[in-house]
């Protein structure tokens, strides 16, 4: 008689998941959604088509999976010194941005070929905890009277990494500094002041 186990099948192999998921996150910011290829993926992953259907039955799925691996807890931010958290954050999206393919996934999910429930996805995973964290730091620093009550949040944290998606466009290196020198200049235009 068999056990409950033996008819679930075998377990599946973590690191299999792990090199799977990896490849396909490196293949969408090389290659964009469209030209994703699950046999292409298998293949560098060093496993099968058929293993890797058992994980992820669509490219849609796969592509989903590997974003979930590009999400960002970011720092823990509710200090009384708003700019620092701002700089802290700012130097967290530094770090993110400038691992391998992460710049070049930016633009994947720009593209019009991509799926637009995996752009969704990405926007929901990556960019919107992002923004909720820059938002909810100038919004504490307004609580704490340490900004301009009518200082327009919406435009000020699209500058604090806009500034970096500009300067990789223009072909530029971030500047010494940059997390500090962006949130510096962010905390100014809102009529930012020293926190007590």
């Known amino acids: 008689m068999a ?3 033996e008819n679930r099948g075998r377990a599946r192999d973590p690191e ?9 996150n490196r293949q969408l910011a090389d290659v964009g959604y469209k030209a994703l290829s699950l046999t292409a993926v298998a293949r560098e992953a060093g496993t099968t088509r058929q293993a890797l259907y058992r994980r992820w039955p669509t490219k849609a799925a796969l592509a989903a999976a590997a974003l979930e691996m590009s999400a960002d807890a970011g720092p823990a931010a ?7 958290d701002l ?7 530094q770090r993110g ?7 070049s996934l930016v633009g994947t999910m720009l593209q019009d070929s991509t799926d637009p ?10 960019i919107a905890p992002r923004r909720a964290r820059l938002l909810g730091i100038l919004r504490r620093a307004r609580q704490l009277g340490l900004i301009d ?3 327009d ?17 223009a072909g530029l290196d971030p500047p010494e500094s940059w997390p500090r020198r962006t949130a510096e200049l962010v905390w100014r235009a809102v009529g930012g002041r020293p926190a007590e």
């Open 117 to 126: 429930a995996l752009r969704a996805r990405y926007q929901a995973q990556i």
């Open 78 to 84: 509710s200090s009384r010194d708003p700019l620092s």
């Open 97 to 103: 941005v400038s691992k391998p393919g992460r710049l």
């Open 149 to 151: 009550a009518e200082a």
């Open 87 to 93: 700089v802290a954050e700012l130097s967290d999206f």
């Open 153 to 169: 949040l919406e435009v000020a944290i699209t500058l604090c990494t806009g500034s970096w998606y500009a300067r990789a466009l």
């Open 16 to 24: 299999i998941d792990a090199r799977i998921l990896a490849v396909a």
């Open 3 to 5: 056990t409950a186990g």
